[in-house]
């Protein structure tokens, strides 16, 4: 496929290719291959050649013969639809289909493109520096790989990571780089893990089950004050006490905690489905019904669970 001529403004395919970059300094020799057999792969050509077709297309997509929408966007009006491309991700492995993955992950991937295409346009930075940036990141961050360190365990990989992290990007503290704008229970499990990967953590899951106890007591003794503030200040605590356990026990909570939702999506959409099926609206149901034919889909899960693990026990 033929690559398009580059949109008004951007970098001509010299410069991307070694020429001055968008800061005008001279860009660096190519980085030496550190793997072992790198001089190429079986199929390293095709993702190339598949990686620049898609670079292509959106090139062609922004220049004047391209699309309106397209060439509209901005790296802000993007942010909604990279997410949503970004849960999709994560529906697709919790879902554990594989076709849906590998269509997500393209559309994902075509969002990577388009942030650096808009970037380049704009003489910031290149695709290829981006690329670059984390391709030396990620060898410099395992020096127990690509260099002679030694490492005692995934720990240590972990402390060593975060403390060299702070030190390249010149944070005052190691909880500088947890984005604010995560899911606040991706955020406290990041925030726990920063901490704990210095030192910072409960010595085991019992302290942990203790605090947890610790949180819900204070809760019920807020709510009997009836102290808004109070009551709100403890929940929180019980949560961030929740995510901790998650994490004791290799759980994400905002994973448990989907997973959950989803269970009652399904059990809830079955009740209306159960009524509609008696002619009845889920409105005119008493409560007593709609516990019923819940409890009837706990059951109907729990039979059905009991029979996958005796399955699995026979085999």
């Excluded at 639809?81 to 999709?88: F, H, I, Q, W």
Aim: charged share 30%; with cysteine; net charge negative.
């Amino acid at each position: 496929m033929a690559t398009p001529e580059p949109a008004h403004g951007s970098l001509s395919h010299r410069e991307r290719a070694g020429g001055e970059g968008p800061s005008g300094s001279r860009d660096k020799a190519p980085h030496p291959n550190p793997l072992p057999g790198g001089e190429g792969k079986e199929g390293d050509n095709q993702i190339g050649e598949a990686f620049l077709q898609l670079v292509a297309v959106v090139e062609r997509l922004r220049s004047e013969q391209g699309c309106p929408w397209d060439r509209q966007q901005t790296p802000s009006s993007l942010i909604p639809y990279m997410l949503e491309e970004t849960y999709e991700v994560i529906e697709s492995i919790e879902a554990g289909d594989n076709q849906a993955l590998k269509e997500e992950l393209g559309d994902v991937l075509l969002h990577i493109v388009f942030q650096s295409r808009i970037a380049e346009e704009h003489r910031q930075f290149t695709l290829a520096e981006s690329i670059q940036t984390v391709v030396e990141k990620l060898i410099r961050r395992h020096p127990h790989v690509f260099g002679d360190a030694h490492v005692q365990d995934t720990a240590e990989v972990r402390q060593r990571w975060e403390t060299a992290k702070q030190r390249e990007k010149g944070r005052e503290s190691l909880l500088d780089g947890v984005p604010r704008t995560l899911p606040a229970l991706t955020r406290a499990r990041r925030v726990q893990e920063k901490a704990a990967a210095v030192g910072f953590d409960w010595p085991d899951i019992a302290a942990v089950w203790a605090k947890v106890n610790e949180e819900l007591d204070e809760l019920r003794e807020a709510h009997a004050g009836a102290d808004p503030n109070a009551i709100a200040e403890e929940f929180g605590d019980v949560l961030f006490s929740l995510v901790n356990l998650g994490r004791f026990l290799h759980l994400s909570a905002e994973d448990a905690l989907r997973q959950t939702i989803a269970k009652f999506e399904y059990r809830f959409r079955g009740i209306e489905q159960e009524l509609a099926r008696r002619g009845r609206r889920i409105e005119e149901a008493s409560l007593a019904e709609m516990d019923a034919i819940w409890n009837t889909f706990r059951r109907r899960a729990q039979q059905e669970k009991d029979g996958a693990e005796g399955s699995d026990h026979a085999s």
